[in-house]
């Protein structure tokens, strides 16, 4: 089955040209890829760069979008914006992106606009830590059921759910997650997804994974762990590490 791999490069790299590289070495070099779905997340200024290599194998996603589809709102991006870039997907709910203050409530009003907008959300969820009385599982269940709310059956086939555990993200992070975590919280989400709507949009809504993905663990997750794909950061940023990601689930 066809995976997702979702690249964010996050605020990243520091220069135009530097970004220009690295997406032309990626369209240049994934010809070998078969059915894989691979959607780069750049920043905002980057994002007309896409237009320059047309390639079908990728699709263009961006890391953020307002909950407004317009108006006097200083510093934000709208769906209708990124619609021109020609964004496909938007990250929303990352933990960087709720550090900063966004809530569930702000995450589901930004799935809403997206969807009218006919963008596809990638929403992120996932606990800070994982304690011994399984506290983790209701923030979790409750982050999905809030940010979902008022989202029908047909528009949820929109979206993917990313879980990406904050203990185990970036340079800073306790550890890696292993695969029978992640094995947990896919059923766990699974079963979620089976209480708000059916059994059949819970077996279809595709689950990845993030939190420091390399090509050392990543299929280990998609293989082993079952994930439907992976949100990859820091490895995303360098050719040869992302090369090496997609030839794994090739």
Known sequence: MAKIIVANW???????????????????????IKNNKIIICLPFPFLYLFKKYKNKKIILGAQNASCYPEGS?????????LIEMGVKNV?????ERRAQGEDNKIIN?????????????????GETNRDKEGSYLSF??????????????KQI????I?????????ATGIRVATKEEFIEIKIFIKKIISDIYDSKIAHSIPI????????LNSKSFTEEGGADGLLVGRDSLNFKKFSAILETLN
Do not use: R
């Not at 086939?157 to 993917?160: D, G, M």
């Open 109 to 125: 009003q930004k799935i809403l606009n997206l969807l009218k907008f006919k963008i596809n959300p990638i929403l992120c969820v």
């Open 91 to 95: 990250i929303v709910g990352h933990s």
């Open 157 to 160: 086939n929109n979206i993917i």
């Open 10 to 32: 996050k605020m990243n790299p520091s220069s135009l040209k530097e970004a220009d590289t690295l997406l032309s070495m990626i369209s240049k070099n994934i010809g070998n």
């Open 208 to 215: 990845i994974y993030g939190g420091s993905v390399n090509y």
């Open 162 to 170: 990313a879980y990406e555990p904050i203990w185990a993200i970036g």
């Open 140 to 153: 979790i269940e409750n982050q999905i059921k809030e940010c979902l709310v008022g989202i029908s059956k």
């Open 73 to 81: 709102f200083t510093g934000e991006v709208s769906p209708k914006m």
